[in-house]
């Protein structure tokens, strides 16, 4: 027999579809009892919402589990605008002080630099309107290149600031050579030199080794939450390339993006909105542009967090959500925004396609050109005539809403263990526990 401590295991947060699902509400409800709330991939593209009373909390970059006053942790597979995170620590302060004491940054984080990365993001999107993705802006194509391309600015290199002009101007000689070719301005490497050493001059005490840390959590007993950005069908691999995020957003990227082993990724919680919903371009089999659709982006206040764009909204495509459960092993799954379905007469769900006059049950192949020739296939439910907002037991929801579930449930392999059912924190209906 092995013997040990006995420890809560850890729970890792995915989007399911195309991002925005929920996570930031799920992340922050099941943060009540854990020690540190991480995020491993992703940057400012991502906008997680919080809602707790009156307040609402919008997040690019703070791991959402900051408001339950636990540790936050950015991870080296995130990409850092610190810009942008001194933009959301001043919004917290008086409500949530940060200090060194409740965040943590990996010296291995790469840095978006204003001025260098949302600016090539804007000369790759410009160049073709036809192929452009939609992209949020905020440089995180760029940077991921760059970070692959070995020559990224890491937040460790802040602690040895005489490297930093040899470093930069290896970053600027393949920026500059594109921005000479598209008629640019060249950047001037004193500029970033002097970004990069006031970036400095706040990071520097938040900087450590998120490895070690997380080590010494679970080695004390503790519990990690893992928070995910985007969704699933955005992944940089898996999803619908090239319509898709820089970065890889499936539950095996905790390991990578935290430095953990894949052991350590607990229970994969998927989170999957009621509906669907996509910012940007690319296929969208299920997607409506009559007044359902409209009626969707209304009623579930469906505009970009990060953007304002307004969503693409469609009925729920459970062979995407079989596809992601499958990805990432989702042992369990947390369905969100049923409250927005109230009053719909019938609601239909996507089971398959045909493409090219074939029957597709599940989507092995979820590429852009390929899925874009995807005629859905639907099976039609009645829908429910009451209200279920903020309801939190799973007996007072309406029958058809309990039969929607269930034919969801059945068609993607995986267990409901909530239902949420406002944005509001406690607009939860909880079935089971996040526990292997
Ligand atoms: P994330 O990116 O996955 O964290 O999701 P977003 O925050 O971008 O988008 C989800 C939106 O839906 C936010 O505005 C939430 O406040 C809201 N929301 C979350 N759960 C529910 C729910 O059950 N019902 C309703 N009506 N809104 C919800
Ligand atoms: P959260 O974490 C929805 C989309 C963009 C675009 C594509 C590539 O809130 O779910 P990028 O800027 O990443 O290079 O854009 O990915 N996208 C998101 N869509 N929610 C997000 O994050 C997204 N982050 C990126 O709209 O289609
Ligand atoms: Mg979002």
């Known amino acids: 027999m092995r013997k040990g401590i006995s420890m809560k295991n850890n729970i890792t947060i995915i989007g399911l579809q195309w991002g925005d699902e929920g996570k930031g509400k799920l992340t922050d409800f099941h943060s009540e009892k854990a020690d540190a709330v991480v995020r491993f991939q992703g940057g400012n593209n991502a906008g997680h919402t919080v809602i707790i009373g009156e307040k609402v909390y919008k997040f690019n970059l703070m791991p959402s589990g900051i408001l339950q006053g636990k540790l936050a942790v950015i991870g080296n597979g995130v990409v850092l605008n610190v810009s942008r995170l001194t933009e959301e620590i001043n919004a917290l302060k008086g409500d949530f002080d940060i200090s060194p004491k409740n965040l943590l940054i990996s010296e291995g984080t790469s840095l978006i630099i204003p001025g260098v990365h949302p600016e090539m993001d804007a000369i790759q999107e410009r160049a073709n309107s036809k192929t452009a993705v939609g992209t949020t802006g905020r440089g995180i194509g760029p940077i991921y290149m760059d970070k692959v391309g070995r020559f990224a600015i890491k937040a460790g290199d802040l602690l040895e600031l005489e490297s930093l002009p040899g470093k930069v101007e290896k970053l600027l000689f393949l920026h500059n050579a594109i921005r000479r070719g598209v008629n640019e301005k060249e950047i001037k490497a004193q500029d970033i030199i002097n970004y990069l050493n006031e970036c400095a001059q706040f990071l520097v005490p938040y900087i450590g080794n998120v490895s070690q840390k997380l080590y010494e959590i679970k080695k004390a007993g503790g519990q990690i939450i893992f928070e995910g950005a985007q969704g699933s069908m955005l992944d940089i691999d898996h999803g619908s390339f090239p319509m898709v995020t820089s970065s890889n957003t499936i539950a095996a990227q905790v390991s990578i993006g935290a430095g953990v082993p894949l052991s350590e990724i607990g229970f994969v919680l998927g989170i999957v909105k009621a509906y669907t919903t996509r910012v940007g371009n690319g296929f969208f089999p299920t997607e409506l542009t009559d007044e359902t ?91 429910w005539q009451t209200s279920t907002k903020g309801i939190k037991n799973i007996k007072g929801l309406p029958t058809n809403a309990r039969k929607y579930l269930d034919f969801i449930e059945k068609q993607v392999n995986s267990p409901i263990i909530s239902v949420s059912t406002g944005p509001e924190r406690l607009e939860i209906i909880e079935i089971a526990k996040p526990v292997l």
Not at 294 to 316: D, N, Q
């Open 293 to 383: 659709g409209e009626y969707l982006r209304k009623s579930g206040a469906e505009f970009g967090v990060t953007t304002g764009r307004p969503r693409r909204c469609g009925w729920i495509d459970t062979a995407v959500v079989a596809r992601t459960v499958y990805l990432s092993g989702a042992n369990g799954l947390a369905i969100t925004k049923l409250d927005v379905l109230d009053g719909l007469p019938e609601l239909k769900v996507c089971t398959g396609y045909e493409i090219n006059n074939q029957k597709v049950p599940f989507l092995f192949n979820a590429k852009n050109e390929y899925m874009e020739k995807a005629i859905p296939v639907y099976t039609t439910l009645p829908g």
